[in-house]
C-alpha cells in the first residue's frame, strides 16, 4: 500500500489519492450491462474479459470509474499535464492567494544536455561542474523573482499581475480527475521514453495507484504495450 495515499516527486511535489471510485469490477460490469448480466466478484472469466476489451480496444467499459488525485508540481509540468483534456482540472490561484517560495531545483543527476533535432532530442549529463552551476543560477533567479513578486504585492499592485515576475519554475497545485481509460492514455504518453523526466515522474506516481487499485487492468494495460483502449 502507498502510504497516506501520497507519493512524494522532485523536490517540492507529490502526487496524493484525495479519492476514488474504481476497481476491475467497475469495468467488467460496463461491459456486460450490454447482455443485462452484472457481477458481483471477480472471476477467472471476468479477468478473460478485461484483457478481451483492452486488446480488442473496446474503450468505453474502462471509463465506468474515477480517481481524483491531488497534484503539486512546478507549473511548467501542470501545463504540460493540462494538455489532456479528457479529465477535470482545478488548480491553485494566483489572482487570489499568495505564491509561495518553491520552486524547482533540479537534482545534480536531473541536470541535462540537449542534442539533436525538434521531435527527435536526446539527453546527455553534464560535469558536475554544470550541473551546481545550472543549480545555484536557477536558484539566483528564483529569490529575486520572489522578492520582485512580494515588493509588488507590498506596493499595493493586484497579484493577478504581480504573478508576472514568477518564472515556470514556481510550484502549483491542482486537483486532477480522470478515469481509467483516461489515465492509461495519459500513462502510455507521459511514463514513456519519450516524456520530459519531470512529468515522467509525476506519470509514475499516478501509474502506482492504477496498478494497486485496477491490477488486472493495468496487467492488461502493459501486456498491450500500453496503449490505452
Known sequence: MIPDNTVPVLDHGFVRLDDVMAD????????????????????????GLIRFLMRDRHGTPFEHNS??????????VAREWMRHRVSSFNEFSLRYAKA??????????????????????????VSDEVAEETREKLQAVYETAYATYQELVE?????????????????????W???????????????????????RRYAEACERF???????TYAAFVASGRVAP
Not at 497579484?159 to 518564472?167: Q, S
Open 24 to 47: 476491475d469490477l467497475s469495468v467488467v460490469n460496463g461491459a456486460r450491462v450490454s447482455f443485462a448480466r452484472r457481477s458481483e466478484e471477480m472471476d477467472e472469466s471476468d479477468e
Open 210 to 216: 492504477l496498478e494497486e487499485l485496477m491490477p488486472v
Open 177 to 199: 480527475t480522470v478515469n481509467a481509460r483516461s489515465l492509461m492514455n495519459f500513462l502510455s504518453l507521459r511514463n514513456a521514453e519519450t516524456a520530459q523526466r519531470e512529468i
Open 67 to 76: 480517481f481524483r488525485f491531488h497534484i503539486r508540481c512546478p507549473i511548467f
Open 155 to 175: 506596493l499595493g499592485v493586484a497579484r493577478e499581475l504581480a504573478r508576472c515576475a514568477l518564472p515556470v519554475g514556481a510550484y502549483t497545485e491542482f486537483y
Open 100 to 125: 509561495t517560495d518553491d520552486f524547482y531545483v533540479p537534482a545534480v543527476e536531473d541536470v541535462r544536455s540537449q542534442v539533436g533535432k525538434p521531435g527527435a532530442y536526446s539527453f546527455e549529463p
